[in-house]
């Protein structure tokens, strides 16, 4: 079956160590979203790319950098620079500009020490 | 300013009864989508219902329904005949037109089913 996958579900890091949340989509989708999710804040847009090779800055974009060498894959680093890291980061996917909403997945909870 | 606005934190409501989760919206652009996302304790947002700007009636999924009301920016979700399994945070969102394809949210509505 076709989905997003990101790994781990959990992660640990100490401060000041830059972190790598995975990301990959068998769905054949273009674009491609990081949010992140904290307590009452809802979902806040960290980057997107709508193709290979290209990306955007969302709305929380300080601290974090993406790449997106492939269209299965579209991995976040959360850098050092990063104030507040400890978050739960939802990737997302969608095929184009349709009435389709976006296909998540599973999330990646990142706690800093 | 908040393009989209989901007002009630948090919501209660008996078992079998309908629920009106309210969402406000934002937007100059006369071309944008509306969703609702559903998302259980366990962290997974499910895609409930969309609604484009020019779709003449309500969207409806199943016991999902969205109440579009233009004018007044609205889009409010109907759950007819809630279940304990709608516990859950609701998310409105949206999409606007033009070149930049990303989906903003509101900050949810955590509705609680009672038995």
């Known amino acids: 079956d076709g989905g997003i996958t990101q790994s781990p579900k959990y992660l640990f890091r100490k401060e000041g160590q830059n972190v790598t949340l995975s990301c990959e989509q068998n769905l054949n989708h273009d674009a491609m979203y990081w949010y992140r999710q904290d307590p009452g804040q809802g979902l806040r847009l960290i980057y997107y790319s709508q193709i290979v090779n290209d990306f955007q800055k969302g709305d929380i974009a300080e601290g974090y950098s993406v790449s997106r060498e492939k269209k299965e894959s579209f991995p976040l680093t959360v850098t050092s620079a990063q104030k507040n890291p400890t978050a739960f980061y939802l990737c997302?996917?969608?095929?184009?500009?349709?009435?389709?909403?976006?296909?998540f997945g599973s999330g990646t909870r990142l706690t800093v020490v | 300013a908040q393009k989209i606005t989901q007002t009630q934190p948090g919501m209660f409501v008996q078992e079998k009864e309908a629920v009106t989760l309210d969402c406000t919206y934002d937007?100059?652009?006369?071309?944008?989508?509306l969703f609702w996302y559903k998302q259980p304790s366990s962290g997974e947002m499910i895609f409930l219902i969309y609604?484009?700007?020019?779709?003449?009636q309500n969207a409806t999924e199943g016991r999902y329904s969205l109440n579009f009301q233009k004018a007044r920016k609205s889009a409010n979700l109907v759950i007819s005949a809630s279940q304990l399994g709608d516990s859950a945070m609701y998310f409105c969102a949206m999409r606007e037109g033009g070149w930049d394809d990303k989906i903003i949210f509101g900050k949810g509505t955590r509705l609680h089913i009672l038995p």
């Open positions: 937007t100059s652009d006369p071309s944008y989508g």
């Open positions: 609604q484009g700007s020019y779709d003449q």
């Open positions: 997302a996917s969608r095929r184009g500009r349709s009435g389709e909403g976006y296909t």
